[in-house]
């Protein structure tokens, strides 16, 4: 028998970018494990991890290109070979190109696999040089970058592994125990040496549960929440004015702005105990150090930018910039990838296509002028996690949209192709993967070879670009020559990082000027004044609001009366843990971890609409709607009900998920999307799962 251990990265859309350790016999991956020396990992793994080895090997895998023989939405292909399916594809692309140009193919994709050749650098240079319309890839955590942008000059804070050293950890709009699981074990240690915990969360996550304290805010209020703690700060004197005089700029404004945020008025705004909100003040101004947690769920509303603007500004107010243990983390952004080495830019691109915004998908491909005549679907789902579905799905159907899709799953997408091309997954490929949130960087070495027929993502825009006749050198690189070229990004933080360390060493964390690693200790900020910018020029220079303020989502009884009457429960859909996106909500095992698809709401929300536990509901605005199985608990607050996503609509009732009702808005900065701005009504709808109503008992 032959063994072999091999190095890997879970290659997942997840902050804590694993090392898994892959154990080979005679071919075969016997074994994924969490590396026992990787920093973060620390030898083990999440609830999908452990079970990766389900998703490598199901029988589900698309394993042959496929060319649609039935009508769009039907999902019947017949097996084509490759260079059948390329042909097609090309001599396709060269008449659209003839006729409307080159923008008139759309790239679509977000984060099926995350490393920087693979999801990347293969398809930048490929799309350079096509001269397809950009994607606006701001599906996901931009309305919080550019506010980092804005205010501190960068999108980087705090260390996770500094996370221990805090005394007071504010998890904000945040459930890391979901979504960023070893977060959790630095907490915990943070609480072992005495650290005092809140979550801020309208509703009862996994994280809440080993939190000291709970504070449930109504969502999309959280600007007004912070402008009131800044209120207090100030009130009572327990704002640093040292700090905010040597280090930033802007503060007077800012006091002022707060000013008009009382506690008793954002008790209003945020349905929250006004003492509440002055206790919450006193307890950041005086635990110190505090370090402020947030995630990409709490930016998902139309005010979102600005709502992480004014949490940004309470460590200024503080003065918690450039402490060690407190601060701020989101994700983190400090090494990028030079741009000319990724996409090879000057080399490749082709005039200026126009950009269009994958929040606006559905949108694009009903309506963008010129057309989208071909969508090309790599990493990503649109038929299932993207907004405003009737729409989206309006466009899948549309019978001139020639609809390419390489996929690992016969997804909700692939229904919609007219050619399916089968990818690899992780323990195939190589790669190279930089943590979004720690300061890690780990090689992925392919363990086995491809089952089937399927090409890696590289491999596949290779091919396309050999048969579109594009002759660049850069189109014959390997992933490792890849990998390779992009060490050699100019930046200190690579300082010292070789080939042969990424292979020798279980991480390779970035070369950063001290550690323990506290960003902003200097005093200095990369901003254009050099100081943390409460008051943000540039943000003035765009019509935007210079200052951290709060004003009332789309959605709202406040911005949309009418609106708010007929659909008064504000629907949020965070992450469910044993998804990732809408990956793994087709195998067998994580859709029963998960359970069916639910909406929870408040016992009194559900009472006034005779609503129980255990029924059907109907999902309902506007845009769309979806049936859901009811929860009926204390886990939300009245008014808010909360579904977990992303199911996939063709596992769900009805053939339709949560995504047909929320909306195609984008954030107040950044182009975001805006999932959570979405105001809804729940209605009973009788239960005719097995063709018989359920008796009143059972439920
Ligand atoms: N209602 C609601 N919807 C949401 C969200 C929400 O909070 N609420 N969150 C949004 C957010 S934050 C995000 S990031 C998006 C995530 O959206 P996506 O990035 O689209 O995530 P996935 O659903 O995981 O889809 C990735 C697809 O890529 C495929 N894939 C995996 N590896 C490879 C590979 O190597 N090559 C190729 N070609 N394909 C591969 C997977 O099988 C999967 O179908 O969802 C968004 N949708
Ligand atoms: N298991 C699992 N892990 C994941 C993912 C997954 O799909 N599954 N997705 C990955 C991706 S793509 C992302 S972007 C991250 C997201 O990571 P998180 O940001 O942690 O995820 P979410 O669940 O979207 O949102 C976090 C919390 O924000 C709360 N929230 C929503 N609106 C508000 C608000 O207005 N105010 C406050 N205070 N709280 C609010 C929600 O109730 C939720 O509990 O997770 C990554 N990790
Ligand atoms: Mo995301």
Redesign the pocket.
Known sequence: MSRVIVKSVC?L?CPDSCGIVTTVEDGQVVRTTGDPDHPITRGWLCRKGVRYLERHTSPERVLYPLRRVGPKGEGRFERISWDAALDIICERWQAIVAEYGAEAILPY?????MGVV?RTAGERRFLNRLGASVLDRS???EAGHAAMQATLGGSFGADPEEIPSSRLILVWGYNPAATNPHAVPLIQEAKQNGARVVVIDPRVTETTRFADRHVRPYPGTDGALALGIVNVLFAEGLADLDFLADRSVGWELLRDRAAEFTPERVAEIARLPAAEIRELARLYAETRPGLILTG??LQ?HTNGGQAMRCLLALPAVTGQYGLHGAGFLYNNRYLAWDPELVGHDAELRRGTPRTLSINRIGEALLSAEPPVKSLLV?????A????HQSKVIAGLLRDDLFTVV????P?DTVRYADIVLP????LE?LDLHLSYWSLHLRLNLPAVAPPGEAR??LD?YQALARRMGFAEPCFRMSAEEIARELLQTPSPLLEGITWARLLAEPSVRLTMPSRPWVPFADGRFPTPSGKLELYSERLARQGLDPLPGWAPEAESAQASPSLFARYPLKLL???EQHF????FANLPTFRQLAGEPTVELSRSDAEARGIRDGALVEVVNDRGSCTLRARVGESVRPGVAVSE??HWQQSSPGGRN??WT?PDYLTDLGGN?C?HTNLVEIRAVPDHRDGVAAPAEKL
Do not use: D, W
Request: glycine share 10%; proline share 8%; net charge positive.
């Open positions: 290659p859309n994709g977000y984060s099926g696999t693979q599906i996901c955590s990409p769920g998902r790599v990493n990503g789902n649109p299932a996690v993207a907004q390489h996929e690992v799953f997804t990818a690899t997954m992780q490929q890696s993502n596949f859909t965070p992450k990732l996106g809408s990956s996503v992303v949560v995504n929320t999307s999932f």
